[in-house]
């Protein structure tokens, strides 16, 4: 299973930036869908995840301003980041919670990351 993120960039305070995140390889199923970021210095933590079902979960920081959603045709997550913040600068990764084949249990895959940097 690979993932490959893409969308990021330099954008500045306010404005707008959308991640994608696109799942390959031999996948049977995907279940829970998600972003995480990692500042310098800080440790990994969770931006927003959204279930098959479309049930979303998303940190207090990034309420009303980031949403997360799918396309589970194309097995792409997507991050809309509005009005982003000098803290939201950070290296976000893809993640998925998936199984290879029916009988297979889940696991989780991470994507390489891509960097987000909030700047005027």
């Known amino acids: 299973v690979q993932l490959v993120e893409s969308g990021g960039g330099l954008v500045q305070p306010g404005g707008s930036l959308r991640l994608s995140c696109v799942a390959s390889g031999t996948i049977y199923s995907i279940n829970a869908m998600g972003w995480y970021r990692q500042a310098p210095g800080k440790q990994r933590e969770l931006v927003a995840t959204?279930?098959?079902?479309?049930?979303?979960n998303y940190a207090d920081s990034v309420k009303g301003r980031f949403t997360i959603f799918r396309d589970n045709a194309k097995n792409t997550v997507y991050l809309q980041m509005n009005r982003p913040e000098p803290e939201d600068t950070a290296v976000y990764y893809c993640n998925i919670r998936a199984r290879t084949a029916r009988t297979w249990p889940e696991a989780d895959y991470w994507g390489q990351g891509t960097q987000v940097t909030v700047s005027s």
């Open positions: 959204i279930t098959s079902s479309g049930s979303t």
